[in-house]
């Protein structure tokens, strides 16, 4: 086993697959398909095992464990093969130049937060006069570059401010209103619907809707994609992972 767990008389495991079905009731044999159909029922001194695969979801614990000895504990079956991103694919690119694609996507799909309608802000924050959404787009797990015009996706030009300049000229812009969001992207020859292009859709991928839920261990995930605000020092640090104050 990848870890030790401390057990509990009445304590469950409750295992999650990419396989499963959120009707299930969690077992080995008929494993949750989500991790938060588990996080909705775990008790103090449950575990929730995830097995292999990438879930688009945003975890939001409703229970904490009791004590440091009866904590509610999420794990990886295997150390870095369950991956939580608050990412969705994108596959409805169209074509408008030989090298940039354009995506309109009803804001609907984003639900009650749009990362390309939030500008990244705060203390201490120094934009250099851009804008700067919270939102992403990545090209086969790596980041783009976002610009402030269509045209510099249109002409990207390298960036004399990275340490990987031929990467700077990947560019994408956005624009939205309140209808839809509309994503340009220049992707240098790759056809993004043959491509992994994903774009942030969730704030977070582990981090409670409310305070004063405790005692939980996080292990062994793979995590990334949140389109977290900026965090000063100053105001609530809402991450891709953490406690909620």
């Known amino acids: 086993p990848a870890y030790r767990l401390t057990t509990h008389p009445k ?62 504990t999420y794990r990886s079956a295997k150390r870095g093969k369950a991956i939580i991103k608050g990412s969705e694919l994108i596959k409805t690119w169209k074509k408008v130049s030989p090298t940039v694609w354009m995506v309109s996507i009803e804001n609907k799909f984003f639900g009650d937060y749009n990362p390309y309608q939030d500008l990244i802000h705060g203390d201490w924050f120094i934009s250099k006069g851009k804008k700067h959404h919270t939102g992403e787009v990545y090209l086969n797990e790596k980041s783009m570059y976002e610009v402030d015009s269509l045209d510099k996706v249109l002409k990207p030009e390298k960036s004399k401010e990275t340490l990987d300049p031929e990467g700077s000229l990947f560019t994408w812009y ?42 939980i261990a996080v292990k062994g995930f793979r995590m990334c994609h949140a389109a977290t605000q900026w965090a000063p020092p100053t105001a609530e640090q809402t991450g891709l992972i953490g406690p909620n104050w």
């Not at 775990?42 to 945003?58: L, S």
């Not at 969001?181 to 993004?192: C, M, R, S």
């Not at 043959?194 to 005692?215: A, L, W």
């Open 11 to 72: 304590s469950r495991e409750y295992r999650i697959s990419p396989n499963g079905n959120d009707s299930n009731e969690g077992s080995l044999k008929r494993p949750f398909k989500t991790i938060s159909a588990a996080a909705r029922i775990a008790m103090p001194g449950d575990t929730i095992t995830v097995h292999d695969g990438t879930y688009r979801e945003w975890v939001k614990p409703f229970k904490g464990g009791t004590s440091e000895t009866k904590m509610i």
């Open 174 to 215: 956005c624009e939205s209103n309140s209808r839809k969001t509309t994503i340009w992207a220049n992707f240098h020859g790759k056809n993004p619907n043959d491509e992994q292009v994903e774009i942030n859709v969730r704030k977070s991928c582990f981090f409670p809707d409310r305070t004063g839920v405790n005692y």
